[in-house]
């Protein structure tokens, strides 16, 4: 079957935007796509209307991408102007591991910061357009990059922006603030796309306070909720009392 297939082991091919389509072409599964189309509401009126699927699993994307380890920022580039959602995602694999790459060197601060201005540009050309593709990169790339610059205003500026995809972004950097102990640049965010009711952005906030209880402390999480619960969207509150004790979830649930 075409979805059992691996990516082929042997050499690095030339790391250029034409051999890792070729790569990801390779193994393809049309039947897969099919679903994935489904599954990311490609349709129209869908919230990822128009993308285009070639059926690959996030493993076999995520090996193609370490197969081209040191490719430069114009095929990067290149792969995230596809209208294929799997190239997209490779991409952003890709400019992740550069970035981490750059940062762990001395004197690698200015490619690092290349590489989240690639970033940025690519969020606001629209090119980050899908829940996975934000998710796999708001929070490694450009929350990890604000955090160690004191950068917070950028996570900010992402928050108010009124696009989904954007104000995403802008949610989803916090979880590098919280993966370091800080939960200050959710507090920051929050009163930017607390009432927000978009069931996309309702979910990356819930599940930002929600990691806060489990990462940083209860008495945060609690707090906020105590203050904000009943202005919160029922899915937030949801995702974020996801591992509090069934009286605090009901309780909570009782002041909207």
Known sequence: MAGARTVRAGTNPEPTADAVRTAAAEVADPELAVGQAKFFQARPGGYGEGDEFIGLRVPQQRAIARRFAGIGPEP?????DSPVHEHRLIALFLLRAEFERASRT???EVAARRWVDLYLDAVRRGRVNNWDLVDSSADPVLGEHCYRHGELDVVLRHAHNEDLWIRRVGVMATFAYIKHGDAQALLAVAPLVRDDRR?????AFGWMWREVGKRVDAATLLDYLEANAARMGRTALSYALEHRSPQERA????LR
Not at 251 to 254: E, H, K, L, N, V
């Open 76 to 80: 990067v580039v290149e792969l995230l």
């Open 106 to 108: 001395v004197d690698g």
């Open 199 to 203: 069931d996309l952005v309702q979910k």
């Open 251 to 254: 309780y909570f649930r009782s």
